[in-house]
């Protein structure tokens, strides 16, 4: 075998969402970088749903951006139909979501990767990680060729041992029929990895002209369209967008799924993995929801330049003939043509209980991780992983700090903690619910919480910080005018309340007053405030939630206070719990398993409980007296 061998501050295994934001961030803070990749026409590829974004999952990617990520920018560039979800509840869950053109993503991002300076983009599968004395060494591919590296970041995704399965038929490949990797999982069991066996499934694809859209309703994109990304101009993203189409399941689709049930893989047996519960199949909702008689069908483009539809809630493993029978049941897919078949994919990843908050395994030195690999589920879940991974692998070599966010700062703080501190046993997926101070983490003050950050490791530069810093001076400049602004209740005022339904003033109000109620807010205002400034869309808003949801905000900020007084309370992962007598045997178990960085993390982990904590404080309390025996 030839044994050429070259040298590069970081090795990123995997050119998927995880591991395009980690070779980025490592090579935009100077580290030579190397990203390897199964298949150089798969770098970013999008194996499931065509769009970015949704319910909590369009919060990542506006953090990841806000802290110098690419995955914001690259969706504004090749989306097709954007909106904001649960524009009719509260900010707290607004969300955006964008269609992507799946093909332009990727060669946009592979556009990227390959002219980012210290960036080396290589077709190879890597076989092995080469490990000295618990410090990360490189990697060596299937040639047998080595690439040394001080750090070295695993974005594996859905292809170690990935096997795709639809009715009796399965096949040892990654998504989409791509090479599967074969040989790295062993080399990580030998390297005493914890490995664990996941699944996940994805709908057929069929063909557009097979399609009668009279039977469906369609859904628009928004009018005005906010981009993803802080640095994205508006006006740019102002283009014309394609629809999708809603139609739904009926009985005689649940009659189908039921009559084959025998034949699924899922649940003959056949398919091992374990299935992420929030992102079930078709078959899974028939079973589980039997008194639902019906199930939304989402019809997407999958581009611009392809018929392809993707059918979006009927994701399968159920046989090829099912399939067609089942789909068409459904209104508007009677005559459909598949493309290609919905099928389910194995694939192995580890238990992420075995990784520092930093992404680092705790047991050796300089391997880092992200994405699916690391037990989660979605591009955008992944993508902020590989970005945090990335940046900590050169923190490491740059002798810098650990980058963590905590809770109360990010949605990517609460998915990671989630990860290396609860039990995983499925794909985790990123939902709102799971944020405790989700009225502060919302997705359109991402760049005010993490803007500093980003341009503090050094991925966000001056002109884009400063642009922030000025954001942040107009909105408490213009909050303040607000407050110090009075409204007489002259006739104007008068009937301008009335025609708004709002009571009318006695006396005076301020203009924040006025906002604060909960029929106005601060764009209606405008009629009569003459002197407001010009502010940007996105200033303006943010205006408007300050002074609307000021008690919320204040609240919550107390909570957050009280979060973190716990999670400054540091933990060495060096101490024996065992040493701590009162501590009850199942919490000393836990705590000696997980090492806890802090009194936070450890009341997070299932098994250890209040009193526990209690206990461990006063603990902690008499070690810093010098109590302690
Ligand atoms: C069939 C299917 C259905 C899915 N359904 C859903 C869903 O319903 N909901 C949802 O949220 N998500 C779903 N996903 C998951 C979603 O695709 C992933 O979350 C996302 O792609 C993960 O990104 P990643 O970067 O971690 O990994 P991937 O996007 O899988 O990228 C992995 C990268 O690693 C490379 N690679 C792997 N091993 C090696 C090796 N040994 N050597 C060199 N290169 C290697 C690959 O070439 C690829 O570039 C589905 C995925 C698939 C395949």
């Not at 909106?83 to 969300?95: D, Q, T, Y």
């Not at 989409?176 to 069991?189: E, K, P, V, W």
């Not at 999708?244 to 699924?264: A, F, K, Q, V």
Request: aromatic content about 8%; some cysteine; proline content about 4%.
């Amino acid at each position: 075998m030839p044994n050429l061998e070259e040298t590069y501050d970081i090795v990123v295994v995997g050119a998927g969402h995880a591991g395009c934001e980690a070779a980025l961030a490592c090579a935009r803070l100077g580290m030579e970088t190397i990203v390897f990749t199964v298949s150089v026409d798969s770098i970013a590829l999008m194996p499931c749903n065509p769009n970015i974004g949704g319910s909590s999952k369009g919060h990542l990617v506006r953090e990841l951006d806000a802290l110098g990520g690419e995955m914001g920018r690259n969706i504004d560039k090749t989306f097709i139909q954007s909106k904001m979800l649960n524009e009719s509840k509260g900010p707290a869950v607004h969300s955006l979501r964008a269609q992507a053109d799946k093909q332009d993503y990727s060669r946009q991002m592979r556009r990227t990767l390959e002219n980012t300076d210290h960036l080396t983009v290589r077709q190879a599968e890597v076989t092995e990680i080469m490990v000295e004395d618990h410090q990360i060494a490189g990697v060596r591919t299937f040639s047998g060729a080595v690439y040394r590296a001080k750090a070295v970041v695993l974005c594996t995704g859905t292809y170690l041992k990935a096997r795709c399965i639809y009715g009796d038929v399965s096949n040892y490949t990654g998504p989409n029929g791509l090479q599967a990797a074969n040989h790295l999982t062993d080399s990580l069991i030998a390297n005493g990895i914890e490995m664990f066996r996941f699944k996940t499934g994805t709908p057929a694809r069929v063909d557009k002209r097979s399609i009668d859209f009279s039977k469906m309703e369609e859904q628009f994109g928004d009018e005005r369209v906010v981009p993803f990304s802080f640095s994205t101009d508006p006006e740019s993203v102002q283009k014309e967008q394609v629809s999708c189409w809603l139609t739904y399941t009926n009985e005689n689709t649940h009659e189908i799924i039921r009559g084959n049930l025998d034949r699924s893989p899922l649940f003959s047996g056949a398919i091992e993995g374990t299935g992420p519960r929030y992102c079930p199949s078709i078959e899974d909702k028939v079973v589980k929801f039997p008194d639902k008689n019906r199930h939304q069908v989402f019809v997407e483009p999958e581009g611009l330049y392809t018929n392809e539809m993707y059918l979006g809630g009927m994701s399968s493993s159920l046989p090829e003939d099912v399939q067609y029978a089942m789909y068409r049941t459904v209104p508007g897919l009677e005559n459909v043509k598949v493309v290609r078949n919905a099928y389910a994919i194995e694939y192995d990843c580890i238990n992420s209980l075995q990784l520092k908050p930093s992404l680092e395994f705790k047991a050796i030195r300089g391997l880092f991780s992200g994405g699916q690999f690391n037990g989660s589920s979605g591009y955008e879940e992944a993508a902020v992983q590989g970005f945090m991974a990335g940046v900590n692998a050169a923190m490491e070599i740059l002798g810098r700090e650990p980058f963590v966010l905590d809770r109360s700062q990010a949605y990517i703080g609460v998915l990671i903690d989630d990860l290396v501190t609860k039990e995983n046993h499925e794909p985790y997926r990123m939902m709102t619910s799971r944020a405790e101070y989700r009225l502060l983490l919302r997705q359109d003050n991402a760049d005010l919480r993490l803007r500093a950050i980003g341009h503090e490791i050094g991925l966000v530069d001056d002109a884009t910080y400063e642009k922030t810093l000025q954001k942040e001076r107009d909105i408490a400049a213009e909050v303040e005018r607000l407050e110090s602004t009075n409204v007489g209740a002259n006739a104007r005022v008068q009937d301008f309340l009335e025609r708004y339904g709002s009571t009318p003033l006695k006396t005076g109000a301020t203009m924040a007053e006025l906002v604060r109620r909960p029929e106005l807010n601060y764009f209606m205002l405008t009629e009569i405030d003459p002197n407001r400034p010009e502010l940007p869309e996105d200033t303006a808003k943010q205006v408007d939630i300050n002074i609307k949801y000021e008690g919320y905000l204040r609240r919550q900020q107390q909570q957050v206070a009280q979060f973190k007084k716990l999670e400054s309370k540091k933990l060495s992962p060096d101490f024996d719990y065992s040493t701590v007598g009162s501590l009850r045997r199942e919490a000393v178990q836990k705590l000696n398993q997980h090492k806890p960085a802090s009194i936070g993390q450890a009341s997070r982990i299932s098994g250890v409980s209040p009193a526990d904590i209690s206990v461990l404080l006063v603990h902690l309390e008499q070690m810093r007296h010098g109590k302690n025996d």
